[in-house]
């Protein structure tokens, strides 16, 4: 039976991790990295590139790289108009249409780039176990998580990429939830928790209640447009209009408009440096190196107090759906037991203590913010596969679902926090005689007009048998399943005929988008294939150039090259190390394998050489017996 | 009425008015167990769509039990006494409140044209907060009626009680639209 695995597919970061002895654990790289940078990156040649080695092209080809790209799944265009200018890749699409990435002549949309990353956990997974020595190592199978507040477009996006990537996706489980359930298992807890997740991109506050086993959300709430992207941009906003301020440039906003992608990802990246200081200290400084768009660079102290009363209004707007999601619960901040963090964004000293404040006790981040989602996400895949039944999660939707009805009213069908699955019923009829069809439109949110509620598809019911208007007795289901998302059947009451339904999805990809999506990303797979072979090259001759340092470094090591190195050889081993090192800053992938060997060659001797030693110097002073 | 049964039955509970909060808890986390789809995973599609649709029938009937004004609800439609709703414009004046109504309307009509020509904002709200006074009052007393013939009923069963009940029902739901008419008048005022 080939692996299942959870995945944490984050604005930032991803993570996949699995249950191995009973006990979810993250699988990590061969540098033992747990995170896969939510970075996508087209070179020129067709390749792509996830990840560390995305994150690098961030800075040297901005124009070819995708980021958070999670921002954009299951929206349209409108939605992520406003943040356009600060991005380093084009994005477009029609209004009300699926939002459309560009780079370079090719465009993608959310779901294909979101596969990419999906693909490489995938093969992160599959060599693991395969160097585990697992016969059956491939893994097509997962568990994925989503923000609690995503609607049924974006968990419909989110599990079309999982198609995409080659995995069936076993459920799409909330954040929040998928935490909470990491969580239960070290603590072992009853009561009522509120899980605050604030991400790289999005909001999430969930209320459980955890009794006997079972992980029963009582409300959620949250903002999926709201995370650490957006402490970022504030930052970046600053630190550009100061520099545009210094350059006397007239500027207009949007300011990102003055400066290169290059420049705005330089920034980004110090902005971002300087937020991670901050939580550890309170005073740090925003670097930028000299860049051709920034001749002098750009240096400026900041401090914490700074810094906080900047992304005060930021943090001000996590507390509102907390009080929401506290109000649908039934509860008083009074009655929560246990409040968790997660997230990297809670790593902020201002957001723990809003936190602290609102719940009137210290939260919990004793389990890695980061890395506790996956691991929730591998115990919820373990449960699926194996019918263990000491856990259950019982989730909600986290909004009401409803139809238009005349005069552009809402008649709400499934109301918001209702435990899912969740299904409901209504009755249409026909205005027409013989009409054959009926149109539904299904949308999401707590509003009473359509037009301010979020449009979810387009239901055409076809295959009502002609009859005078207003007899046809046409029973509408709407169900929601344990994944949240929403599928529609119809019947006629009076024949029973069941009516067929055309789904137009308002923010998605049609079945016959994916199906063709499919069958392109197979001709593909050649330039990915690349793209991992050059990233284990880097990755070995990394390993290599790290050893050979670490020997040269040695405190005896000028001692040791007069006693034992050959004439010539040092020479030797430091020109290979270079040559090497200056083969990995580029991309030809036999040139970097050429000078690993070549370094691997120049440093056998000494390889010898230190091993001699090290076990030398194990040995000494211990006697025969000892050693046995 | 579902091939499930009632609500009540489904949940193993005494068709009262009065149910003991835990046991619905404990009844709801063990129907969950046997039902919810994440232990149907590797089951037969049959299986798994009876799963779907017991576990959807399982969340209404607890949704629908947990809170007492929908339990009410409910078992008046059960027996066939459904504070229905209409089938257009706003529901009719329930008669024991038309006093209470009338002097209501008059009193928002004329904040209203106050406040459309400029009354002092304070002034309105004060006299907003005393307006609604009475009705809160009358809020208030639905809840003790509906409480104390929520017990008679459970004791006797008759249908005099459930009329009763019905006709409590309707009148606070009435109240309950007033309550947010008044509310949505303290926002336009605020500003």
Known sequence: ?628 | MSRFGDYFAYLGLPRRLDLDMALLEQRFRELSRQYHPDYFYNASQKDRLESLERSSYLNDAYRTLRSPISRIEYLLGLEGLAASKPASGSPKVPPALLQEVFALNEELDEIRELRESGGAAALLRARLTSARKPIEQKRDAHERQLKELSAQWDAAQDRATLEALRDCMLERNYISNLLGTIDREMSAIGG
């Open chain 1, 1 to 628: 039976m080939s692996k299942v695995v959870g995945i944490d597919l984050g604005t930032t970061n991803s993570l996949v991790a699995y249950v191995k002895d009973g006990v979810p654990v993250i699988i990590r790289d061969e540098g033992n990295d747990p995170l896969v940078p939510s970075v996508v990156s087209l070179a020129e040649d067709g390749t792509i590139y996830v990840g560390r080695e995305a994150q690098r092209r961030l800075l040297t080809s901005p124009g070819r790289t995708v980021y958070s790209v999670k921002r954009f799944m299951g929206r349209g265009i409108d939605d992520v108009r406003g943040e356009a200018s600060l991005l380093p890749f084009g994005v477009s699409g029609e209004s009300g249409g699926v939002v459309r990435i560009g780079i370079g002549d090719r465009q993608f949309t959310p779901p294909e780039i979101s596969a990419f990353i999906l693909r490489e956990l995938k093969h992160r997974a599959e060599e693991h176990f395969r160097k585990a020595g697992e016969f059956d190592f491939e893994v097509d199978r997962a568990v994925i998580t989503v923000p609690a507040y995503f609607n049924d477009a974006q968990r419909t996006a989110t599990r079309d990429a999982g198609r995409l990537a080659g995995l069936e996706v076993l459920r799409i489980i909330n954040e929040p939830t998928a935490a909470s359930l990491a969580y239960g298992l070290d603590k072992r807890n009853r009561g009522t928790i509120a899980v605050y997740d604030l991400g790289g991109g999005t909001f999430d506050i969930s209320i459980l209640k955890v009794e006997d086993g079972v992980f029963q959300v009582l409300a959620t709430n949250g903002d999926t447009h709201l995370g650490g992207d957006d402490i970022d941009i504030d930052l970046m906003s600053a630190v550009l209009k100061e520099l545009a301020a210094s350059q006397d440039a007239a500027h207009e906003s949007p300011v990102g408009r003055n400066f290169s992608s290059a420049t705005i990802q330089a920034v980004r990246k110090a902005v971002i440096a300087a937020k991670w200081d901050l939580s550890e200290q309170q005073a740090t400084e925003i670097r930028v190196d000299a860049g051709p768009g920034l001749p002098d660079g750009y240096r400026r102290r900041i401090t914490r107090a700074e810094f906080e009363s900047l992304i005060a209004p930021l943090v001000e707007r996590t507390l509102e759906p907390c009080r929401q999601a506290l109000a649908d619960a039934g509860l008083r901040p009074s009655d929560i037991d246990e409040a968790v963090l997660v997230g990297g964004s809670t790593r902020v000293p201002l957001v723990r203590r809003k936190v602290e404040e609102l719940f009137g006790r210290p939260p919990h981040s004793e389990l890695n913010p980061d890395e506790v989602v996956a691991l929730g996400a591998a115990v919820q895949a373990d449960i699926l596969i194996s019918g263990r039944r000491e856990m259950l999660l019982l989730d909600v939707t986290p909004l009401s679902l409803g139809i238009e009805t005349m005069g552009g009213v809402v008649s709400k069908i499934i109301l918001r926090n209702s435990t899912i699955p969740a299904s409901g019923r209504e009755m249409f009829t026909t205005g027409v005689d013989n009409q054959t069809a009926v149109d539904v439109h299904v949308l999401q949110g707590e509003r009473e007009l359509a037009a301010d509620c979020r449009s979810l598809a387009r239901f055409k019911l076809r295959g009502i048998p002609p009859m005078p208007a207003g007899l046809p007795r046409i029973e509408v289901r709407f169900q929601i399943d344990a994944n949240g998302i929403l599928s529609v059947s119809a019947r006629e009451q009076r024949t029973e005929i069941e009516q067929t339904i055309e789904v137009k999805p308002s923010y998605g990809l049609t079945e016959d988008e994916v199906e063709r999506m499919l069958i392109e990303s197979f001709e593909h797979a050649e330039a990915d294939f690349e793209a991992r072979l050059l990233i284990e090259a880097r990755n070995e001759a990394e390993s290599v150039v790290l050893a050979t340092e670490k020997s040269l470094r040695r405190p005896d090591f000028g001692e040791l090259a007069a006693q034992e190195l050959r004439p010539g050889e040092r020479e030797a081993i430091e020109t290979a190390l270079a040559a090497l090192k200056d083969a990995m800053r580029g991309d030809d992938r036999e040139a970097i394998q050429e000078k690993t060997h070549a370094l691997n060659h120049a440093t056998q001797h000494l390889a010898e050489v230190v091993m001699n030693r090290t076990v030398r110097e194990a040995l000494a002073g211990k006697s025969v017996d000892q050693v046995r």
